[in-house]
């Protein structure tokens, strides 16, 4: 006879059942993901990265989204200061951070979206992300080469994502003023990692006055205790707007912003933070798990009407290996066995999905099925960054115990 | 012992075996999709049109998108034009041309994107087909209910486009001027309907000197005889440019286009424009054709690299009923047997993977695979247009004969 005592294996037990993972997790980054980079997506002539990259690596569009270049720099920079002092890593940031310093920003200091492969302006810099994560690249650079003007470009630029915070589309912005104030989930999520990855530059004081305002954001406003779900868009006041906007669910953003909060969640030593995010972790993705063909949805509604998103459906790469980062984390910080089931779950998902036999680097864009719906390693939106950031946070996550 | 001659069947009996299908179209226009849309989008609280509509026409979103307001005022305008003077078209067209003329526009003339239901703009005039479809509504209108304030918005609307087509995303255009300055097909395209639209308001003589000019830029400057088909961005000066937006095909585009040069074809009585409109119609759908699933794909990449909408190879209704009008069109005024294969091909297609068994209307997305991808009837983009403007093009040129 089997009491429920065996049948609930203890918490240690089951910690060491995914400490089996952290390797594998760890030479995936060093022997494919780094290296596919690395070969690639330098651009030896003009500088900078490529990183429209076919299925075996080969370039086929030369244009460079900064957002894309300045996730590389800080990519290579975080590897640097956490794994290994390795020149070619220093040697890949500093290459990239050169092409952002000459020709990224306009006059008065915001990242262009896109330019061309010489540095020529293409797309004006209407998006605040590609602010984000210049500033994300620099100060990850000057933690590994401190320099006055690396640590000058990343706070001058953290300055001016606070101060376009609250009207970041400027003139590019489509909403008629007044008529359906919305609020979007991004930016406040993005801060609260910011916030940390910026520590060294802004100081622990500023980092601490901060923190609780994104905590806030995220917890009280964007998350909507009546549905048990971080909703993308709300009302100014935090209520719910029945419309497309309002009725977005996001399940990749949310089930990311959750471990940043449980990030903070340990800095601040606070247990309760840390159950409630992994708690609206589990949920968010089992709002999101496609019960027919696996794998967590691109978009959906939350009252279940079409979603605008035409690709709705769609399996992405950079949601899978979040919540992959959220279940280990969440897993080692409470215990809760249903992170060490989802962990499972969506590993041997990802795993034998979105990895090529072939090639290093995976695919990035399934369809629901779970095929491959376009073979790049790299465009617009797919560049170094969630896959090898979650590689090491999950390595290292599960590799503590 | 079969001659060549007794394979090649003459034309004519040809001709006859597509006019069987006359009745089929104009059967569904008047029994199904015209009493969709009188039964389900009148708002009779506020006015104007609801266009979100599930699957059996319950409303499942409030927002008033400006284009397809006007799309449906055009439509019940047109049919009451050209198939009978049924009063309850003419009052469904009136009462959308109300409520446009009521707060569809900015204080230049501009008209918004979007409004609530009950008519507050939500956002801005950004999109220049809005105004588009709203001349193209009163001008319609104007021709079954002849009044002066209605041929003024046609007019004043249309001027407005001219003015603004060189520049019409003015504030909101986001790419930074002189790097890489391309033109889009979508405006000339339209802009070749348009003219005929609006002959009666605009006067023969104006149409004759517009028609060449249009003429030219799709069959001369967005047609690229080098890669037999047409782009939907080029440089100013017509060529190439090898960037994810000079490489991108939409086949829907092009075939649709091409019915519309074909019209203008039989307008001029020039044969050979209309061969050679007919023959980029047969070569684009040939391209956009997928040869695993069947349908036409939604968009391409001319060298064949991943395209960036990550919807490129979903299949839309508007896409096959342009290609059917533009195929029964081509079968009729050039007897390329082609035209009539391909036809009964999508035919088949269309019929048995966009209808709907149990409601009228029809699907408007469909993954791959021809499954329903969204469940809509109408949302942002489908609305009352082009299935029942297809239906009634198909209906009317097969009955021809």
Known sequence: ???????????????????QYASL??????????????????????????TCL???????????????????????SYMYANIAQKQEWLDMALHGADFMEKYGRDK??????????????????????????????????????????????AIDTFENILKRQHNWKGIYNKAYPGTRSLKNFSLP??????????????????????????????????????????????????????????????????????????DLGKRLNDQVLIEKACSIMIDTIKAGWDAEYGGIFYFLDVKGVPPQQLEWDQ????????????LAKGYTL????????????IHNYTWSHFKDPQYKEWFGYLNRRGEVLLPLKGGKWKGCFHIPRALYQISKTLEMH
């Open 1 to 19: 006879m089997i009491t429920s005592q065996q049948l609930e294996k203890p918490i240690s037990d089951a910690r060491d059942g995914l400490v």
């Open 25 to 50: 997790y760890r030479d995936e980054l060093l022997q494919n993901i780094l290296p596919f980079w690395l070969e690639h997506s330098k651009d030896t002539v003009n500088g900078g990265f490529y």
């Open 54 to 76: 076919n299925r075996d690596g080969s370039v086929y569009d030369t244009d460079k989204f900064m957002w894309l270049q300045g996730r590389e720099v800080w990519c290579f």
């Open 108 to 153: 008065e200091g915001n990242w262009y979206f896109s330019l061309t492969a010489d540095g020529k302006p293409l797309v004006q810099p209407y998006n605040i992300f590609s602010d984000c994560f210049a500033t994300m690249a620099f100060a990850a650079l000057n933690k590994i080469k401190p320099e006055e003007r690396y640590r000058k470009i």
């Open 189 to 262: 999520m993005i801060l609260c990692n910011l916030s940390l990855e910026l520590e060294d530059i802004l100081g622990s004081q500023r980092v601490n006055e901060f923190i609780p305002i994104v905590i806030n954001e995220v917890m009280n406003v964007f998350y909507q205790p009546a549905r048990g779900l971080i909703l993308e868009n709300v009302y100014e006041d935090g209520s719910f707007c029945d419309s497309h906007e309002g009725r977005l669910l996001n399940p990749g953003h949310a089930i990311e912003a959750m471990w940043f909060i449980m």
């Open 315 to 326: 399996k992405l790469w950079w949601v899978h290996v979040e919540a992959l980062v959220a």
């Open 334 to 345: 409470t215990g809760n066995d249903q992170c060490r089931e989802w962990f499972e779950r």
